[in-house]
């Protein structure tokens, strides 16, 4: 069972943080952002939830919590409106520079966020092309990221297995191609999508297409550990305690 506020954080730093991935990585994207000739800060902010700014600009999107230095304003009164902005594209309350949020809204920021979904919830005809399919999965990756850390500090059922975990930093990682920092300090969780100096536990996937696998379900974990195709190394009571949130993740994400 999905709870809403969790949902929201899940759709916050999981799903619209992966903006920054899609903006560095993404042709179609890039071109997107070429057409904003005047930078955009774009500020969601829940009540009861979470609350961050997306800073668009020609060059990309990057994402900071708070609402410090928003050009724009969005409130939304409850996790469950914020939630249908992405499920139903239901715009929130504009409370600070009302014509360019809906501008905004309207233009660059759907473009940017359709081309996400189409990234995120590919169809199988467009998962043939080569290029897509790596795309897909490296940007799959860093919402899995940034999901797990939502849901390891606000779900019910998470935080049981963040309450076990031990300080420290974990990597995780496709094998040369994309690595993230999971930050744990006093059972709270930050995701940092580049790969730690000094790790204390690591879970690496030693290919794209395995990665892909394991994120759908086509691939065998227990089958792949055995084969030695998943690297795990370090506190291992870690990277158990994140594979039990990771199951959380696919009810949230599926």
Not at 31 to 40: D, F, G, N, Q, S
Not at 102 to 120: I, M, V
């Amino acid at each position: 069972m999905k709870e809403a506020k969790a949902m929201a954080y899940v759709n916050m730093y999981g799903v619209l943080a992966t903006l920054e991935n899609l903006c560095e990585i993404d042709d179609e994207a890039k071109a997107i952002c070429r057409t904003i000739k005047k930078p955009v800060s774009l500020c969601f902010d829940v009540s009861n939830g979470p609350c961050c700014t997306f800073h668009f600009s020609e060059n990309g999107c990057t994402m900071s919590e708070g609402s410090y230095g928003c050009t724009s304003k969005m409130n939304f009164s409850s996790p469950e409106k914020f939630n249908a902005l992405i499920d139903d594209s239901k715009p929130g309350m504009p409370v600070k520079n009302i014509p360019q949020v809906l501008s905004f809204l309207l233009g660059p920021f759907t473009k940017l966020t359709d081309r996400l979904t189409k990234l995120l919830m590919p169809s199988d005809e467009d998962m043939k092309n080569r290029a897509f399919f790596e795309e897909s999965t490296i940007l799959t990756f860093y919402t899995i990221s940034g999901a797990l850390s939502a849901l390891a500090n606000t779900d019910s059922i998470s935080k049981q297995s963040a309450l076990y975990t031990v300080d420290g930093d974990v990597q995780m990682g496709i094998t040369d191609v994309c690595y993230s920092t999971l930050r744990v300090r006093n059972h709270h969780f930050e995701t940092i999508k580049e790969k730690p100096e000094t790790p204390r536990a690591i879970m690496e996937f030693n290919s794209i297409d395995l990665a892909q696998g394991l994120f759908t379900g086509t691939a065998s974990t227990m089958a792949e550990l055995c084969a030695g195709n998943i690297y795990m190394a370090g506190m291992i009571s870690m990277v158990d305690n994140i594979n039990r949130i990771l199951d959380r993740v696919a009810v949230y994400l599926g």
